[in-house]
């Protein structure tokens, strides 16, 4: 394989606490194993150094919670890693204090991702967060005291219990921040999981109050300045920020078909053509490692119908046209035809070359269209 991939993926699994609604690589606890586990990511990264590019766009470091790692971990790991013109590190409000906010922003985090999920406190304990909204905010602070000027709030909406008005002052309550950037799900009921045990009966019933939710949140966001750029995030308009660009970089990579490598428990890469996931059991990964080896990997190959399909999919949710070209083999010409009768899709050509995008109305029902269009 030859070299050039300007996208890395970091992960760092461990969390206080296994949020009920979560399905990712997790492990809760494990304390002993932080530092055996930093040392098995700085092994694979050294085994895997010769697939990046000399220089890097996005390095993203996400979990888990990977601000649970003690200061001299992180700041060990941070060290170790390529430089990136965008760093960013997921964070949970609750391990955000002025000393870890300063550690990471002189060791080269240059955005956070900060899990705020709400500030109703109610909603909260439905969704087993330990961070309360005085929490929330007083990481934020913290984060800005460091001079962080790049900063994601993360909500969801359609939480069990979740009013009309409660997404109106979750929405108020994060913008009164001015985060630079807004990360808005809709809630998952995730097979497996506790919190579909739990809920599942309420989400499945006020499913059909999530479109004016959705609605709602794009209303609210786009009235505030902040740019619709992919179906769920949300950026301030360069105007507001001397011209920046906040889309997420790092996302926009995988959003966009680029290549990106993945170390770390779990971790997926997608390297040419292949997708490799790494076992999700944390002692074999360790233990793999210590030994000098890669650790055990499933592997996908991925074909060009695989990738166009891919492309479609992920491109057609932002706000950018989509080349056609590079996406005719996966789209229903008849179908594509209907869409754009019914104003869902727009086609147009641009300097010789067309492009797709989805209107406005197509954008809030984007999954159904995108699933109507793929060949």
Request: hydrophobic share 40%.
């Amino acid at each position: 394989m030859s070299a050039g991939i300007r996208h890395l993926y970091v992960h760092l699994p461990f969390c206080a606490h296994r949020c009920g609604y979560c399905d990712f690589v997790t492990v809760v606890g494990h304390g002993r194993q932080h530092e055996p586990y930093v040392d098995s990511l700085l092994r694979e990264l050294a085994l895997e150094r010769d697939l990046l590019a000399p220089e890097l766009e996005t390095v993203f470091l996400g979990g888990g919670t990977p601000t649970m790692l003690a200061p001299d971990q992180l700041a060990r790991l941070l060290e170790a890693l390529p430089p990136a013109a965008e760093v960013t590190v997921e964070a949970n409000p609750e391990t955000v204090t002025p000393g870890l906010a300063r550690l990471l922003r002189t060791r080269g985090v240059n955005r956070i991702s900060l899990g705020a999920q709400s500030f109703q406190p109610k909603l909260l304990e439905v969704l087993e967060r330990r961070a309360g909204p005085t929490s929330i905010r007083r990481a934020f602070y913290h984060l800005r005291d460091a001079s962080f000027d790049n900063i994601s709030l993360d909500l969801l909406y359609g939480i069990p219990g979740q009013s009309p008005t409660d997404l109106a002052r979750d929405l108020d309550d994060a913008l009164a921040l001015g985060p630079e950037h807004l990360s808005c799900y809709e809630l998952e009921a995730k097979p497996g999981t506790r919190f579909t045990h739990r809920h599942g009966g309420e989400l499945s019933r006020q499913a059909g109050a999530m479109e004016t939710y959705f609605e709602r949140v794009v209303e609210t966001l786009t009235a505030a300045g902040y740019r619709w750029y992919e179906t769920a995030n949300f950026c301030l308009n360069p105007d507001r920020r001397a011209g920046r660009d906040l889309r997420a970089r790092h996302n926009l990579a995988y959003w966009l078909g680029r290549d990106y490598l993945g170390v770390g428990v779990g971790a997926v890469s997608t390297i040419q053509q292949a997708r490799r996931r790494n076992t999700p059991r944390l002692g074999v990964y360790i233990e793999r490692l210590r030994a000098g080896e890669a650790p055990p990997r499933e592997v996908e190959e991925i074909d060009e119908d695989v990738r166009e399909r891919e492309r479609l999919m992920l491109g057609l949710r932002l706000d950018d046209p989509l080349p056609f070209e590079s996406v005719a083999g996966a789209i229903d010409r008849g179908a594509s035809a209907r869409l754009e009768e019914l104003g869902l899709l727009r086609r147009s050509t641009v300097d010789g070359r067309d492009e797709l995008v989805l209107t406005t109305r197509g954008r809030f029902v984007g999954g159904a269209v995108t699933a109507e269009l793929l060949a």
